[in-house]
T-cell receptor, first 114, second 111 residues
Framework: NAGVMQNPRHLVRRRGQEARLRCSPM?????VYWYRQLPEEGLKFMVY????????ESGMPKERFSAEFPKEGPSILRIQQVVRGDSAAYFC????????????FGEGSWLTVV | GQQLNQSPQSMFIQEGEDVSMNCTSS?????WLWYKQDPGEGPVLLIA?????ELTSNGRLTAQFGITRKDSFLNISASIPSDVGIYFC???????????FGRGTQLTVWP
């Protein structure tokens, strides 16, 4: 996990509020992935980004969720108007360019919606 | 989407025993990755495999990339209590950068 930095580690939001989760990839990594994990379940792919580009967002819910990875700064996963079902652990991962490279994960951001 | 079937779903073993788990895919992958996740933490990479037939070790862990490129296994020898956790396999294809995951194997080790 060393190198992929996620914050906040824990976030509590009331229903209807917005949640913003940040991810700084490992040095030299230009690819970022977001995964969601519900309690007692596996890792579900959400979105794959490169700098300023969304490469694959097939796992993102159609509404309320968005992600970006700007030229400067961390990747942001934004959840608008949160509902209780959004409560989960959100993991960011990064890799160097190329499909044959290893993906490293951050320690996760735990979102609780009350 | 592509499906990874990971088995077994859970294992209860005694300290010192060997463990084996595997993943199969309906599609060909060019990378297989094995991770371990402890409660409240992110997945930690254990072993990365990049070539069909490749056999790689990391201490007491050994993993192989299947010849058909549709499967991989992970073995843990002489298990110890700190091996407890959830083990995930992940596969990457050649056309998409995303990593597909199995549902995980929950390992419990009794002292």
């Amino acid at each position: 996990n060393a190198g992929v930095m996620q914050n906040p580690r824990h976030l509590v939001r009331r229903r209807g509020q917005e949640a913003r989760l940040r991810c700084s990839p490992m040095k030299g990594h230009s690819h970022v992935y977001w995964y969601r994990q519900l309690p007692e379940e596996g890792l579900k792919f959400m979105v794959y980004l490169q700098k300023e580009n969304i490469i694959d967002e097939s796992g993102m819910p159609k509404e309320r969720f968005s992600a970006e990875f700007p030229k400067e700064g961390p990747s942001i996963l934004r959840i608008q108007q949160v509902v209780r079902g959004d409560s989960a652990a959100y993991f960011c991962a990064s890799s160097p360019p190329g499909s044959g490279n290893t993906i490293y994960f951050g320690e996760g951001s735990w979102l609780t919606v009350v | 989407g592509q499906q990874l079937n990971q088995s077994p779903q859970s294992m209860f073993i005694q300290e010192g025993e060997d463990v084996s788990m595997n993943c199969t895919s309906s599609s060909i992958f060019n990378t297989w990755l094995w991770y371990k996740q402890d409660p409240g933490e992110g997945p930690v990479l254990l072993i990365a495999l990049y070539k069909a037939g490749e056999l790689t070790s990391n201490g007491r862990l050994t993993a192989q990339f299947g010849i058909t490129r549709k499967d991989s296994f992970l073995n843990i020898s002489a298990s110890i209590p700190s091996d407890v956790g959830i083990y995930f396999c992940g596969g990457r294809g050649s056309t998409l950068g995303r990593l597909y995951f199995g549902r995980g194997t929950q390992l419990t080790v009794w002292p």
